[in-house]
């Protein structure tokens, strides 16, 4: 008894932390295969596979492998579980495939303690590709998949378009949940545990909560109890971009060291620079401009996030190296125009700067960036 108490006071499964507005074609839209979801054209199938997922995350959103992906993979997928369900809709067959992550490979805490796979459960587990193949074909043919809430689909169509799985085909996603909610007039839509107190499903002991196909199973029950279960094949999920939540505007890195001004300029952080609020890498818009010799401005573009101003600050420290730290914030039209002139005027000089020559005799400011440098 008290471990079923335990159960139900797990938190409610991991749930993308941001899901931006509205659905989104996607760049599979339009094509066969490779849709999870309903475009209108497709027929649902009466015969139901209940699915779940469980995912990693990242370490740290501040994770040299997240900031490397950003948001094109929030969530990279540990365990693909489900239920086949047959004419009556009695559980039929099941199927557990973990899945070993290939990007994020250290599982985070939580998602360890939540879910109970760990590296080492993981270790030998087929990658992402193979084990959509196996669940794809122990899917078959002709069927519609059901799912608890809206963050499957979402996860899954990332993973799929992250790893270019477009090719294996899927049957779309429709949602219990919404179903659910609206049979029992409820305001919120409730977490798999709290639905299954309502219509008194009591958790197997041997059955944790977290595990992929633990939760597909329960899903299963709680579809069974629906009046006129069908009504679910109304309610197609259309997957939604993931996007971290977003972070500040602007950042600055930690100081790093290097060899010498010259190593720190022509370094990953002056010359890759990301973007704060997504991860991306940003495409410079031309050089950086020395301000003096321990300052130097650029413009940064993000796909989504626009022109960033970017400033490196440069000192020497005590044993002769450099240290470089990075600011970044959304550039304004000013600071475009400015750097833009100190370019063109640069170009026009044509002269070559030994970033190392001036560095030693730096008058420094108190001020680590100065929010006004012109
Ligand atoms: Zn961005």
């Not at 940064?300 to 000192?315: D, P, V």
Request: with cysteine.
């Amino acid at each position: 008894m008290k471990k079923k108490r335990a159960l139900f006071s797990c938190k409610n499964r991991l749930r993308p932390v941001y899901l931006s507005g509205g659905g989104r074609p996607g760049p599979l839209a339009g094509r066969k295969r490779g849709r999870i979801y309903i475009d209108g054209s497709n027929e649902l199938s009466m015969h139901y596979i209940v699915l779940d997922l469980e995912w990693n995350q990242p370490i740290s959103w501040q994770s040299p492998v997240y900031r490397k992906i950003g948001d094109k993979l929030i969530f990279e997928m540990i365990q693909i579980g489900a239920v086949k369900l047959g004419e009556d809709l009695s559980i039929t067959d099941s199927i557990s495939l973990p899945i070993a992550p290939t990007h994020y490979v250290q599982i985070h805490p939580r998602i360890r303690r939540m879910t109970g796979l760990g590296a080492e459960e993981l270790a030998g587990a087929p990658a992402f590709r193979e084990a959509l193949e196996q669940f794809a074909a122990w899917c078959g043919e002709d069927y519609t998949l059901l799912t608890w809430g809206c963050d499957d689909v979402s996860v899954l169509q990332q993973n799929i378009d992250f790893f270019e799985c477009g090719d294996i085909p899927l049957a779309p996603l429709c949602d219990i949940q919404k179903l659910f909610a609206e049979v029992h007039e409820l305001k919120d839509r409730p977490s798999l545990q709290k639905a299954m107190e309502q219509v008194n499903i009591q958790p197997d002991e041997q059955m944790a909560f977290h595990n992929a196909r633990n939760d597909a199973w329960y899903t299963a029950l709680v579809f069974q109890t629906l009046p006129e279960p069908e009504k679910a094949l109304q309610h197609a999920l259309t997957p939604k971009n993931l996007i971290h939540k977003p972070r500040k505007s602007r950042e600055r890195t930690p100081a790093e060291r290097f060899a010498s001004a010259r190593a720190a300029l022509e370094s990953d952080t002056a010359l890759k620079p990301t973007c704060p609020r997504c991860g991306r890498i940003l495409a410079l818009d031309g050089e950086y401009i020395m301000q003096s010799p321990d300052k130097y401005i650029s413009i940064g573009k993000c796909r989504n996030h626009g022109r960033l101003l970017l400033r490196l600050r440069l000192e020497k420290t005590e044993d002769g190296e450099v240290t470089l730290q990075r600011a970044a914030a959304p550039a304004t039209h000013a600071n475009i125009a400015y750097v833009h002139t100190k370019q063109y005027a640069a170009r026009q000089r044509g002269a070559v700067l030994d970033p190392d020559a001036g560095l030693d005799h730096v008058t420094r400011s108190n001020m680590p960036f100065e929010e006004r440098a012109f």
